[in-house]
Nanobody, 121 residues
Framework: QVQLVESGGGLVQAGGSLRLSCAAS????????MAWFRQVPGKEREFVAG???????YYADPVEGRFTIARDSAKSAVYLQMNSAKPEDTALYHC???????????????WGQGTLVSVSS
């Protein structure tokens, strides 16, 4: 059973930066496509960024050019570098792993519990 544990969330001012980390068991970062999603209360969980096993990266339009997803196979970890943060980036951020290259929840089989990011204006 793959386990994903996120960390790095916190409070940041608008315009600031934050780096989220996702530690993955069972060498999941090499076996699966990985992604970050985010969710705010009362809304659907939405795709943020994805990285394939061949290191192709893809992003949601609201974060394109501001966020960067990366993978470190040696550390079995995936990261989300958040730059130029905006108040609308405030959410619970989840790491996900799955066999599909997807922008929807259905494409991922394993999920972490999330790490909370708050961006103040």
């Amino acid at each position: 059973q793959v386990q994903l544990v996120e960390s790095g969330g916190g409070l940041v001012q608008a315009g600031g930066s934050l780096r989220l980390s996702c530690a993955a068991s069972e060498r999941a970062v090499d076996r699966y496509n990985m992604a970050w999603f985010r969710q705010v209360p009362g809304k659907e969980r939405e795709f943020v960024a994805g990285i394939t096993r061949s290191n192709f990266t893809y992003y949601a339009d609201p974060v394109e050019g501001r966020f960067t997803i990366a993978r470190d196979s040696a550390k079995s970890a995936v990261y989300l570098q958040m730059n130029s943060a905006k108040p609308e980036d405030t959410a619970l951020y989840h790491c996900a792993a799955g066999g599909l290259v997807a922008r929807t929840r259905a494409g991922y089989d394993y999920w972490g519990q999330g790490t909370l990011v708050s961006v103040s204006s």
